[in-house]
Structures are given as structure tokens and as C-alpha cells.
């Protein structure tokens, strides 16, 4: 059975419709530099303004950034405070700019394990934007893929388990509207930057069809022209779908 409605086959002119991308390198681009790595993430935040931006000038309805995976808490903790802090100092930052420029934004992962008072800011920044026609920049923040899908596996099983859900009717379908993204539409492009070739837990279920592109860029160097060559480069993709 087919949950997602898929496009047809062929070529990809008309451009993703949702692209996400794992934004790696920024401690790389530092030590490149004998800079600290909070320098590195600092860059990295100034890179995610241009291309948001970018992004919204090429006409991507979705953009999702892998800010923080759950895995990341085994960061020293130095680091861990230096990212909420700079994840702080952009939404106090930017959320005018996302009003004013028409952006919605969106939060995947446990961000409600987050410090309380981050925990409102992204709260408050998500309500002021919901009515805004889009483009959506979503941010994943404490995500890990597998523990969204397991999370999803254990809520319909405990609905079977309660007699209010008949598991013959689990489909495809059904699972997506359980996730926590399930509102996202499926990848059309993933981008990972630094040269890493790797997926690492991050909407393996929404990248099911994804075209992937790994580019050599640090993330601190990714800029709008990046995006717009990695768009050119999804334009040259034939997308089958397993079909012919």
C-alpha cells in the first residue's frame, strides 16, 4: 500500500519542494582556523540566516536544518550551553524577520526537554509565525529518526493493545500521520555538508525517496550560491520512484 502520493518520473525541473540538510563542519571550519569551536558554531548560525534566505528566494516551501540530534547531549557540556545559547540568540534574533518576511517556523524532535525557558521562547516564536503563508523553516532540535519511529511503533501498538485501533488497518498512511513530522512532506533533496556520506538518524522516514547529495563545503561556508548549485544538481536527478 502507498501512503505517499508520489510524482511522476523524470526529471526533477521543477525543483524540491521540501529539502533538508545536515549542517556538518562546524568544528572542522574552527580548528581549520585554531579558532574555538563555539567560533565554528557562531559561523555556522550566520550561515543558516543566508540560507534560509536563499531558500526562500529559490522558492523551497520546506526547509528543515539538523540543528541538534539527541545524540549531541554527549557533547562536552561547554559546547552543549555554547549551541542553546547561540540557538537562543537566534530566535531572539531573527523571529522579526520571519514575521515580516511572511517564513513560518516549526520544531521537530523533544524540544520540551529543553531548558525551560528556551523551551518558551520557541513556543512564543512558533505561535507568532503559525499564520504565515510560508515558506516553513523547521528546525530539529533533540530528533533522533529512530526513536520518532519507535515512538510512533509504541502509540499505535498501545491503541491495538486498547481495543481502539484495529491493527489490519496500519498501513503506510496511517504511520506518517503518527509521527511526530508526520505534517512534513516527504524529502525531495537531503544535503549533507563537510564530505561526511552519512544519514546519521535523521528523517530516515521522510528521506525514503530523497535525493542525496553529499558536497565538500564545510557548513560555515554554505551560503546561497551553494544551495542554488545543489538545486542545479537535484534538476539533473531522475527521480523513478522504483519505476522505469
Same mark, same amino acid.
Given at each position: 500500500?502507498?501512503?505517499?502520493?508520489?510524482?511522476?518520473?523524470?526529471?526533477? #525541473?521543477?525543483? @524540491?519542494?521540501? %529539502? /533538508?540538510? =545536515?549542517? &556538518?563542519?562546524?568544528? +572542522?571550519? $574552527?580548528?581549520?582556523?585554531?579558532?574555538?569551536?563555539?567560533?565554528?558554531?557562531?559561523?555556522?548560525?550566520?550561515?543558516?540566516?543566508?540560507?534560509?534566505?536563499?531558500?526562500?528566494?529559490?522558492?523551497?516551501?520546506?526547509?528543515?536544518?539538523?540543528?541538534?540530534?539527541?545524540?549531541?547531549?554527549?557533547?562536552?557540556?561547554?559546547?552543549?550551553?555554547?549551541?542553546?545559547?547561540?540557538?537562543?540568540?537566534?530566535?531572539?534574533?531573527?523571529?522579526?524577520?520571519?514575521?515580516?518576511?511572511?517564513?513560518?517556523?516549526?520544531?521537530?524532535?523533544?524540544?520540551? #526537554?529543553?531548558? @525551560?525557558?528556551? %523551551? /518558551?521562547? =520557541?513556543? &512564543?516564536?512558533?505561535? +507568532?509565525? $503559525?499564520?504565515?503563508?510560508?515558506?516553513?523553516?523547521?528546525?530539529?532540535?533533540?530528533?533522533?529518526?529512530?526513536?520518532?519511529?519507535?515512538?510512533?511503533?509504541?502509540?499505535?501498538?498501545?491503541?491495538?493493545?486498547?481495543?481502539?485501533?484495529?491493527?489490519?488497518?496500519?498501513?503506510?498512511?496511517?504511520?506518517?500521520?503518527?509521527?511526530?513530522?508526520?505534517?512534513?512532506?516527504?524529502?525531495?533533496?537531503?544535503?549533507?555538508?563537510?564530505?561526511?556520506?552519512?544519514?546519521?538518524?535523521?528523517?530516515?522516514?521522510?528521506?525514503?525517496?530523497?535525493?542525496?547529495?553529499?558536497?565538500?563545503?564545510?557548513?560555515?561556508?554554505?551560503?546561497?550560491?551553494?544551495?542554488?548549485? $545543489?538545486?542545479?544538481?537535484?534538476?539533473?536527478?531522475?527521480?523513478?520512484?522504483?519505476?522505469?
Amino acid at each position: 500500500m502507498s501512503a505517499i502520493p508520489l510524482p511522476a518520473s523524470g526529471a526533477s #525541473a521543477a525543483g @524540491p519542494r521540501h %529539502v /533538508a540538510i =545536515i549542517m &556538518d563542519g562546524n568544528g +572542522r571550519w $574552527a580548528k581549520r582556523r585554531h579558532l574555538p569551536r563555539i567560533a565554528g558554531h557562531r559561523k555556522g548560525v550566520e550561515a543558516v540566516k543566508k540560507v534560509a534566505r536563499a531558500a526562500r528566494d529559490l522558492g523551497i516551501d520546506y526547509l528543515t536544518l539538523y540543528a541538534f540530534s539527541s545524540e549531541n547531549w554527549r557533547r562536552p557540556p561547554d559546547e552543549v550551553r555554547d549551541l542553546m545559547g547561540l540557538l537562543r540568540r537566534f530566535i531572539q534574533s531573527d523571529i522579526e524577520e520571519f514575521i515580516r518576511e511572511g517564513v513560518r517556523l516549526a520544531i521537530v524532535g523533544d524540544y520540551r #526537554a529543553l531548558a @525551560p525557558d528556551l %523551551v /518558551a521562547m =520557541i513556543d &512564543d516564536a512558533m505561535a +507568532r509565525t $503559525a499564520a504565515n503563508p510560508g515558506p516553513t523553516v523547521v528546525i530539529a532540535l533533540n530528533y533522533g529518526a529512530q526513536a520518532e519511529i519507535a515512538d510512533a511503533a509504541r502509540r499505535l501498538a498501545e491503541q491495538a493493545s486498547a481495543g481502539t485501533l484495529d491493527p489490519a488497518t496500519i498501513d503506510e498512511t496511517l504511520f506518517e500521520r503518527t509521527l511526530a513530522s508526520g505534517k512534513l512532506p516527504p524529502v525531495d533533496l537531503l544535503i549533507r555538508t563537510s564530505g561526511e556520506q552519512r544519514l546519521s538518524n535523521f528523517l530516515l522516514w521522510q528521506a525514503a525517496y530523497a535525493e542525496l547529495l553529499f558536497v565538500d563545503a564545510l557548513w560555515p561556508d554554505f551560503d546561497g550560491d551553494a544551495l542554488a548549485a $545543489a538545486l542545479g544538481a537535484f534538476a539533473q536527478r531522475q527521480r523513478r520512484f522504483g519505476g522505469l
